[in-house]
């Protein structure tokens, strides 16, 4: 089949989940199921229309507003519709094979935890664990890294953050970091194996530390006890951790 076709393939793929992906966004921190029910506006309650449940149609038609009241409809629908479209055209243009769907797979996994984490500081185990289970079954299609490289990375991600939660927190006496952290940096592990995890750690807190600069430097609240969603930034981190690990050609 031609390229073509397979990113076009991939983009209405990514188009339909990543809808499906905004909804559980929105929904799961209200305690709501994304299976409940239709979708409907969040000003008026009227039922979507079909045009209306794919966001990037209804961006485009009505200009992000409802059509009968005209609220204004959260932009992340149509943000994380295009993510998706956008890795899947490009995933399975470049690997149009078991790999490129193992790699959109990982993608629809990364994009609601970090924005999740982002907004809520939540890293949800409906998430975290089927990403870990998938990246000891499914991982190696997508990075090569062995079983056992990938179940050490894994365990080795997991207590490497909960050692460090639990020190903190008797140290401290509160709670510095969440296990949603440990559960996704291990679940990252058996994806890309425990050669991955310095550069994970790495990569993420120098992101994180310059998001803190940036929000320093445009006047924001910022101090020591600002929280950081590490779980955003491990998510972000994941690609060039794996590029690093492959073109520093460490043996997996």
């Known amino acids: 089949m031609p390229l ?19 909804t559980c966004i929105l929904r799961w921190p209200q305690g709501r199921s994304a299976l409940g029910g239709r979708s409907a506006c969040d000003g008026c309650g009227k039922t979507l229309d079909p045009v209306e449940l794919f966001p990037l149609l209804s961006i485009l038609v009505q200009r992000g507003k409802c059509r009968s009241c005209g609220a204004r409809i959260d932009p992340l629908h149509w943000r994380v519709e295009l993510a998706c479209a956008v890795a899947g055209a490009i995933l399975l243009a470049l690997m149009p094979d078991i790999a490129g769907l193992g790699s959109l797979i990982l993608a629809f996994f ?4 970090a924005i999740l984490d982002w907004r809520h500081f939540w890293l949800p185990d409906k998430l975290t664990l089927p990403l870990a ?4 079954t499914l991982g190696q299609w997508v990075t090569d890294i062995s079983l056992t490289g990938r179940i050490v990375g894994a365990a080795g991600g997991y207590l490497s953050l909960l050692a460090i939660s639990l020190a903190y927190r008797r140290l401290r006496g ?10 996704l940096l291990g679940a990252l ?3 890309f194996g425990w050669q991955s995890l310095p550069f994970l750690l790495l990569i993420a807190s120098i992101l994180a530390l310059l998001t803190v600069a940036v929000s320093a430097v445009m006047h924001r609240s910022v101090s020591m006890t600002t929280r950081i969603p590490l779980g955003t930034f491990l998510c972000l981190a994941a690609v060039p951790a794996w590029l690093t690990v492959r073109l520093m ?4």
């Open 174 to 183: 509160r709670e510095g970091l969440g296990l949603g952290d440990a559960k």
């Open 249 to 252: 050609l460490i043996p997996t």
């Open 4 to 22: 073509p076709i397979w990113s076009l393939l991939g983009g209405v793929l990514g188009a339909i989940v990543g809808s499906f992906i905004a």
């Open 133 to 136: 289970f998938l990246g000891l």
């Open 110 to 113: 990364l994009i609601p935890l």
């Open 189 to 191: 592990g058996a994806w």
